[in-house]
C-alpha cells in the first residue's frame, strides 16, 4: 500500500519542472498563448527531446510504453508553470483512442509521430448546445465522409489531424481521422477563458477514415476517464504553484504598514487553500493509482473513480481559482499577472472533457455512491455491525 | 503507486476483525454507534482488547506495545472506528499512558501502567481552566510544595468523563515567578478521591453530562506523583497533545456512518419515493463521498511518509479536514432523519430507527470536534507557521 512516487518518477518530475520552468518566466502563459503557434515551440521542443510526447505510446510504435504515474508526473510538472503544450489533448488523449481503435496500419503511421513529437492530433468530440454525454450530431455517410460541427475543439488551428466522433448510417458512434487539409473544412478560430487557442470546426462531407470498426463508445469512455484524471494531475501543479505566489505575496506586501500576513484572516484563507489542495493532491494520486491498478488487469471502475476525482478537484480548483485572485487583489484582476493565468487555466479545466457538471451527474447517479468508500482497494466491503 | 494490501497486511486486518466483531459485545457496538456507550461498555470492550494485545498497540513494548509498522497502526484504528467499537479511553491510552511510560519514574510504570492499560484506573485530563482554553498555557491552578506535598488550589473545567475518573492528569502551576508563563508548570498526578476535589457535572447542548468542572481547596498530593521534573510539564503537554490529534480524524467513524447513512435513506420515504433517490441528497452524499476517499488517501501518504522515519506536518490537516467531514456527516443524517430525528430522547419506536432518533442529539454533540484538542482555528495557526510559513 503506497501512493508515493518511484525515485525515477520523481526525477521525471524535477526534470519536466526544470525544462519547462526554464521556458516559462514570469509572463510566460501570456507570452505562449499569445504567439502564433499558442504554446512554445522551444518547450515543444525539449518536451519531444525528453520523451514526453513519448510517454503514452508503446515501446513498439517508438514510445516509452509509460503508465499513469508518469502521465501524472509530468503533467504536474506542466501545471505548475501554467505551461500551454498541448501534452494531454494533442497527444496522449489521441494516442489513446488510436492504440484502442485503430488497425495495425493506423496505428504504425500514426502512433510514432505523435510519439516524435512531429505531429499533434486534435481530438473533436463537443458540439455547440449538446450535451457531452448523448451521441454526437455529427454523421458519417456510408463512404466515410462527415458532416456537422465540433466545437471547443482544443488547439484544432495547428493541428495537422482531427479525430472526430460521428454517427454512421447504422446509428453506430465511431471515432474517424480526418487530415486538417481536407476538403470541406471551415474552421473559426478564438480563445478559450484560458488563452489557449480553441476553434469551433464545421465539417461538409469532409472525407475521413473511420478508426477500426467496432463500435467506439467504450474506448471513448476510457480514453476520456484517463484524460479526466491525467488533467486532474495539471490541476495540482497549478494550484500548488498559485498557492506559493500567494504565501510570497502575503508575506511581502504591505497594507497599514504591515505584511498582509499579519491579518489572521488572511492567514486562514490561506490555509484553507492549503489543505484543499493537499486533499485534492491525495484524490488525484489516488485515482492514478486506481488506473494503475486497472492497467495491471484489477477489477475497479476506472470510469467512476475518473469521475468521483474530476469532480473533487473541479471543485477544489474552482474555490483555489476564486481565492488565490482575491488574495492577490487588484493586481490579481490584470493579465499581466501569472496568478490571473493559473487561476483562468484552472478553470478552463474545471469544463474540460464534458465538464464538472456532467461528471457529478453520472457520479450521483451511480450505485457505488451508496457504498461506503474506501480508497483501499477491495476494502469498501467493511466490518460493519 | 498501489493501493492492495499486502497478504500479510490482509492477513493482519482479518486478525482484527476477528476480535472485534467475534468478541466485543454485540449490544455494546450498537450502543457506540447510537452514541449512548455507558462506561461500563467502555471498560468491557477496553478489557476484551487489552487481553488480546489490542488495547495499546503503541506504547514501548514491554508495557504491551506491539511494534506494528506505521500501516498496521492506520488499518487498527480505521478497523476500530468502522466495526463500532467503543474508542480505548483516550485520555488513558493515547494521553497520560505514553507520558508515564516515557517521563514517569520506574515506580510509576509499575504501579500504573497495567493498571491504566486494563481501565482498572479511570484517567481524567486536567488542563482547561475557564481562563485557560486555547492560551492553555494561561492555567492559574497553582501546586504549592509542602514538605513531601503539593497543595492544590484551583479550578478545572470540561473534564470529558470526570464523573467516572479515578485519578487526574493535571497541569499545573510550580513556580508563579517563572519568566514565560509555558514555564514553571508540572505534570502532577492525582487521585480525584482526595479530600479536597470536588466535582460538578457541566450539561452540554445535547443534554448530556459528559463533562465535569473540578475545583480544588488545598488538596494535598505527594511528590511522588510528580512526572518527570518540576517545572517541565509544559514539554510534556505539549508531547501529549501531539498524539491527541493523531486518529481525531476519525476516518473509519466517517466511513460507518456513511454506510448508515447511505442504508438508512434507502429506506426513508419522502413525497417522490426514497431518500435515496433525492438528486439533492445524493449531490450532498457524493461530495461527503469524494471528501473521505481524499482523506483516506491523504491519510495513507501521511502512514507511508512516515514510514521512511519521516514525521509529516499533516496531521494538523487531518484534524481539520476529517472532523469538519464527520461534522458535516451528522447534519446530513439529522437533515435526513427529519422530525424524527428532532427528538433528543424518546421510549416511542420509530419506523426511522434508533440512528434516526439520536441524529440531532449527536450533530449537536459532535460541534466539539472542532472545537477540542486544538481548535480548528489553532490547527489553521499550526499549519499556517508549520507548513506554509505564514
Ligand atoms: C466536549 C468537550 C470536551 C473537552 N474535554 C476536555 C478534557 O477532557 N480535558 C481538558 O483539559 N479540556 C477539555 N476540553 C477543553 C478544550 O480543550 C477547550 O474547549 C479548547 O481548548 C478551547 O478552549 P475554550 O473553550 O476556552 O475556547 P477559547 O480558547 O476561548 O476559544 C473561543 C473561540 O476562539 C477561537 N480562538 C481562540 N484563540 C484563537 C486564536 N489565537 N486565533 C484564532 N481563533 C482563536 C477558538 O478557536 C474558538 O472558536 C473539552 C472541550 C469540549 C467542548
Redesign the interface.
Known amino acids: 500500500?503506497?501512493?508515493?512516487?518511484t525515485d525515477d518518477q520523481r526525477l521525471l518530475f524535477e526534470t519536466v519542472d526544470q525544462a519547462v520552468g526554464r521556458g516559462y518566466p514570469a509572463g510566460g502563459r501570456a507570452a505562449a498563448t499569445g504567439s502564433e503557434l499558442g504554446w512554445s515551440d522551444q518547450v515543444w521542443q525539449t518536451l519531444g527531446e525528453l520523451g514526453l510526447t513519448g510517454l503514452t505510446v508503446s515501446a513498439d510504435h517508438d514510445g516509452a510504453g509509460a503508465g499513469p504515474?508518469e502521465v501524472y508526473t509530468s503533467l504536474a510538472a506542466m501545471g505548475k508553470h501554467a505551461a500551454a503544450e498541448p501534452l494531454l489533448d494533442g497527444v496522449y488523449l489521441p494516442s489513446w483512442l488510436i492504440a484502442e481503435l485503430g488497425t495495425a496500419e493506423q496505428a504504425g503511421q500514426l502512433l510514432p509521430q505523435l510519439a516524435a513529437g512531429s505531429t499533434t492530433i486534435a481530438v473533436a468530440h463537443a458540439e455547440p448546445g449538446r450535451p457531452w454525454g448523448l451521441a454526437p450530431a455529427t454523421t458519417a455517410a456510408a463512404d466515410g465522409s462527415l458532416t456537422g460541427v465540433k466545437s471547443p475543439v482544443r488547439n484544432a488551428d495547428q493541428a495537422d489531424r482531427f479525430l472526430v466522433t460521428a454517427v454512421d448510417e447504422t446509428g453506430r458512434t465511431g471515432v474517424y481521422l480526418v487530415e486538417a487539409t481536407a476538403g470541406g473544412i471551415t474552421r473559426a478560430d478564438g480563445r478559450a477563458a484560458d488563452w489557449g487557442h480553441t476553434s469551433q470546426v464545421e465539417f461538409a462531407g469532409t472525407p475521413a477514415a473511420r478508426l477500426g470498426d467496432g463500435a467506439a463508445d467504450a474506448a471513448l469512455r476510457m480514453a476520456f476517464s484517463r484524460a479526466r484524471v491525467a488533467i486532474t494531475a495539471e490541476a495540482i501543479g497549478l494550484m500548488e504553484a498559485g498557492l506559493a505566489m500567494t504565501?510570497e505575496y502575503?508575506?511581502t506586501r504591505k497594507q497599514f504598514g504591515v505584511p498582509l500576513?499579519t491579518f489572521?484572516a488572511l492567514?486562514?484563507r490561506?490555509?484553507?487553500v492549503?489543505?484543499r489542495v493537499?486533499?485534492?493532491r491525495?484524490?488525484a494520486?489516488?485515482a492514478?493509482?486506481?488506473i494503475?491498478?486497472h492497467d495491471n488487469g484489477?477489477a475497479v471502475d476506472l470510469p467512476g473513480t475518473a469521475d468521483?476525482?474530476f469532480?473533487?478537484v473541479a471543485?477544489v480548483a474552482t474555490a483555489v481559482a476564486e481565492e488565490i485572485v482575491q488574495l492577490h487583489g487588484g493586481i490579481g484582476m490584470t493579465y499581466e499577472s501569472d496568478v490571473a493565468h493559473h487561476a483562468a487555466r484552472l478553470i478552463a479545466i474545471t469544463e474540460s472533457f464534458g465538464g464538472v457538471s456532467s461528471a457529478?451527474r453520472r457520479?450521483?447517479?451511480s450505485e457505488a455512491?451508496?457504498?461506503?468508500?474506501?480508497?483501499?482497494?477491495?476494502?469498501a466491503t467493511?466490518?460493519?455491525? | 503507486m498501489d493501493l492492495e494490501l499486502s497478504p500479510a497486511d490482509r492477513e493482519f486486518r482479518d486478525g482484527l476483525r476477528e476480535v472485534f466483531l467475534g468478541k466485543i459485545p454485540e449490544d455494546v457496538r450498537r450502543r457506540s454507534t447510537l452514541g449512548r456507550t455507558t462506561r461500563e461498555d467502555i471498560v468491557t470492550s477496553q478489557r476484551v482488547l487489552n487481553q488480546h494485545g489490542l488495547a495499546v498497540p503503541h506504547w514501548p513494548r514491554e508495557w504491551g506495545g506491539r511494534g506494528w509498522t506505521p500501516t498496521q497502526s492506520h488499518l487498527y484504528s480505521a478497523e476500530l472506528q468502522r466495526a463500532g467499537i467503543p474508542q480505548p479511553l483516550a485520555f488513558n491510552v493515547s494521553m497520560v499512558g505514553p507520558i508515564i511510560a516515557e517521563f514517569g519514574s520506574a515506580e510509576q510504570k509499575r504501579k500504573f501502567l497495567p493498571a491504566t492499560a486494563n481501565l482498572d484506573i479511570w484517567w481524567s485530563q486536567g488542563f482547561s481552566e475557564p481562563e485557560a482554553g486555547s492560551d492553555l498555557a494561561g492555567l492559574r491552578t497553582t501546586a504549592r510544595r509542602d514538605g513531601d506535598h503539593y497543595v492544590l488550589n484551583g479550578q478545572k473545567t470540561w473534564t470529558t468523563l470526570g464523573q467516572y475518573g479515578d485519578w487526574m492528569f493535571v497541569l499545573a502551576r510550580t513556580d508563579p515567578d517563572a519568566p514565560r508563563k509555558q514555564q514553571g508548570l508540572s505534570f502532577l498526578l492525582l487521585d480525584l478521591n482526595t479530600p479536597g476535589v470536588e466535582r460538578r457535572p457541566i450539561r452540554l447542548i445535547d443534554g448530556s453530562a459528559e463533562v465535569n468542572e473540578f475545583f480544588f481547596d488545598d488538596v494535598r498530593l505527594p511528590v511522588e506523583n510528580l512526572v518527570g521534573e518540576e517545572n517541565k510539564g509544559w514539554s510534556y503537554a505539549k508531547f501529549l497533545l501531539g498524539n491527541e490529534r493523531n486518529g481525531i480524524a476519525q476516518i473509519g467513524a466517517s466511513q460507518r456512518i456513511y454506510a448508515d447513512l447511505a442504508a438508512a435513506a434507502t429506506r426513508r420515504p419522502t413525497e417522490d419515493g426514497p431518500l435515496a433517490g433525492d438528486p439533492q441528497f445524493r449531490a450532498a452524499l457524493h461530495r461527503v463521498k469524494t471528501t473521505l476517499l481524499a482523506l483516506e488517501a491523504t491519510q495513507l501518504r501521511v502512514t507511508a511518509a512516515s514510514e521512511n522515519g519521516k514525521a509529516s506536518p499533516v496531521s494538523s490537516l487531518l484534524k481539520l479536514e476529517g472532523t469538519q467531514a464527520l461534522q458535516e456527516l451528522s447534519l446530513l443524517r439529522m437533515r435526513a432523519a427529519g422530525s424524527d430525528g428532532m427528538l433528543l430522547d424518546t421510549e416511542a419506536p420509530l419506523p426511522s430507527g434508533e440512528a434516526a432518533a439520536v441524529s440531532a442529539a449527536q450533530y449537536l454533540n459532535l460541534r466539539k470536534l472542532s472545537i477540542f484538542g486544538g481548535s480548528n482555528e489553532i490547527q489553521r495557526g499550526v499549519i499556517a507557521k508549520t507548513i506554509l510559513g505564514l
Open positions: 500500500m503506497n501512493l508515493e512516487f504515474v504565501v502575503l508575506k500576513a489572521q492567514v486562514h490561506a490555509v484553507d492549503y489543505s493537499e486533499l485534492a491525495s484524490m494520486l489516488w492514478t493509482a486506481v494503475e491498478a484489477g468521483d476525482a469532480v473533487f471543485d457529478r457520479a450521483i447517479a455512491l451508496l457504498v461506503a468508500p474506501s480508497a483501499l482497494l477491495g476494502n467493511s466490518a460493519a455491525p
